[in-house]
């Protein structure tokens, strides 16, 4: 099964908004990445963050995780119609490295 | 360009029918997955080759076999495809060092069982 849910499943919002989007999971993990897949595309690897890191940046790109709450959010800001693409959030499976669950994504749509 | 590339992009089938998806990198990458995306349901790891010249079950390996031909090319093989493999399939790749950066990811396959 799943470990990661992601939290909402659909976002809209207006360019040069911020966008964020939040997925929770069940097990202790060492990293939580996120990807992004535009439609019909393969999925591109975004971000990745450590179980000892809090929060990380990649541009416009802002990760944070909260392993006390088992989260993690991802915020995309001053949001661009090409950032219109479906988000997931992925770890490793409980007692992997590297073998990765993805959640069932976010869609994000960013209107010009 | 580097990267995964994944053959063919689309395909019908009929069931019963058997086929070959074939997938390789450039990357020099150790480890390999094969991934089916259905709608509403994320991805679903089928198999995986941790290394070259070993392969194992994932969460829905079933109806599947896989062979890593070599470090390059891991083909995934539908013997007797039925309706409920319709799907798309994606490949990827990742390192294998003491850093895990994440995977890269092929286009995809769209197959349609009919």
């Known amino acids: 099964s799943q470990q990661g849910e992601e939290d909402p499943q659909a976002l809209s919002i207006q360019e040069g908004e911020n966008a964020t989007m939040n997925c929770s999971y069940k097990t202790s993990i060492n990293n939580l990445q996120w990807y992004r897949q535009n439609s019909g595309r393969g999925l591109v690897h975004l971000i990745l963050?450590?179980?000892?890191?809090r929060e990380k940046h990649s541009g416009r790109l802002r990760v944070t995780l909260d392993t006390s709450k088992k989260s993690s959010s991802l915020l995309i800001t001053a949001s661009r119609a090409a950032d219109t693409a479906s988000y997931f959030c992925a770890m490793p499976f409980t007692g992997s490295a590297r073998q990765l669950t993805f959640g069932s994504g976010t869609q994000l749509t960013v209107l010009p | 360009n580097a990267g995964v590339t994944q053959t063919p992009k689309f395909q019908v089938l009929k069931t019963g029918q058997s086929m070959t998806l074939q997938c390789a990198q450039d990357m020099n990458h150790n480890s390999m997955y094969w991934y089916r995306q259905d709608p509403g349901m994320g991805l679903r790891l089928i198999y995986y080759s941790a290394s070259e010249g070993t392969t194992d079950k994932g969460e829905v390996p079933n109806g599947y076999n896989v062979s890593r031909l070599n470090k390059r090319e891991f083909s995934l093989r539908l013997e007797s495809a039925a309706p409920s493999q319709t799907s798309v399939y994606f490949c990827a790749s990742s390192d294998a060092g003491q850093v895990f950066y994440g995977y890269t990811f092929g286009s995809g396959t769209r197959l349609t069982v009919v």
């Open positions: 963050i450590r179980s000892n890191e």
